[in-house]
């Protein structure tokens, strides 16, 4: 009987060491797919004006793995815009690995998986509603 017991103990040890395992492995499978290739060839949605994608065919965002301080690494931005008034910061993901944080406080919903990115943000307004300018912006990319 004390074998027994200690089977399930053991069973539900390596179960619970084994769910961490998951939970791990999913973070590092999203930090391997945004890290591998920068990512760019922007379709891009605002809640007001409608496409946007013009005036982002040279966005370009590029995430690298470099843990340190609490972020997963670092970014970098190009052609940004509106959108992205950063250029370059820290990133990481949140706990339920459904958004990605920047140093400056932005946070991004995504999806991914092989080939696709897709960031679902808000940019408040700069004081004055100008079109474009802020609003809910959605970019849907490819790796470059």
């Known amino acids: 009987m004390k074998a027994v017991s200690k089977l399930i103990v053991l069973l539900a040890l390596l179960q619970a060491v084994g769910c961490h395992e998951n939970e791990i492995s999913e973070k590092g499978k999203d930090s391997e797919l945004l890290t591998e290739s920068p990512w ?15 005036q982002y065919e040279s966005f370009a965002i590029s995430f690298t793995p470099n843990p340190a301080d609490g972020f997963e690494g670092t970014f970098v931005i ?12 820290k990133w990481k993901f949140n706990d339920d690995l459904d958004r990605i944080i920047f140093d400056s406080g ?20 700069p004081g004055g509603r100008v079109g474009g300018l802020s609003g809910h912006f959605v970019f849907e990319l490819k790796p470059l």
Not at 81 to 87: I, K, L
């Open 40 to 54: 760019s060839h922007s379709v891009v949605t605002h809640a007001t004006d409608g496409d946007l994608s013009a």
């Open 78 to 89: 190009s052609n940004g815009g509106y959108a992205f008034p950063e250029n370059a910061g």
């Open 106 to 125: 932005r946070e991004l919903s995504y999806q991914l998986d092989q080939g696709n990115l897709k960031l679902d943000f808000t940019v408040s307004p």
